[in-house]
């Protein structure tokens, strides 16, 4: 089995994958919206957006473009995987 390297995630990024997780599960399944997830980490949204934008470009996070709730936490990268 080949061993494939992802890059190394930082704390706040591992904050925003567990928020995004937290806030789906009490939705029961349902993605939250970028306002949502900036309002439970109190910052603004566009800093929301570009933790999650990079969490998406290292492959811990997949959104579907022009979607409001498609922010959606792959599961190997669950953030308990370090």
Do not use: F, N, Y
């Not at 930082?10 to 939250?32: C, F, M, N, Y």
């Not at 949204?45 to 409001?68: D, F, I, N, S, V």
Request: aromatic share 2%; with cysteine.
């Amino acid at each position: 089995m080949i061993a494939t390297t992802t890059p190394a995630i930082t704390p706040r990024q591992r904050e925003l994958l567990h928020t995004i997780k937290r806030l789906s599960a009490d939705a029961k399944g349902v993605p939250p919206t970028l306002r949502q997830i900036a309002g439970e980490m109190r910052i603004h949204w566009t800093a929301a957006r570009k933790l999650a934008q990079r969490c998406e470009a290292a492959g811990h996070l997949r959104h579907t473009p022009r979607a409001a709730r498609s922010w959606v936490v792959l599961d190997e990268h669950q953030e308990g995987r370090r």
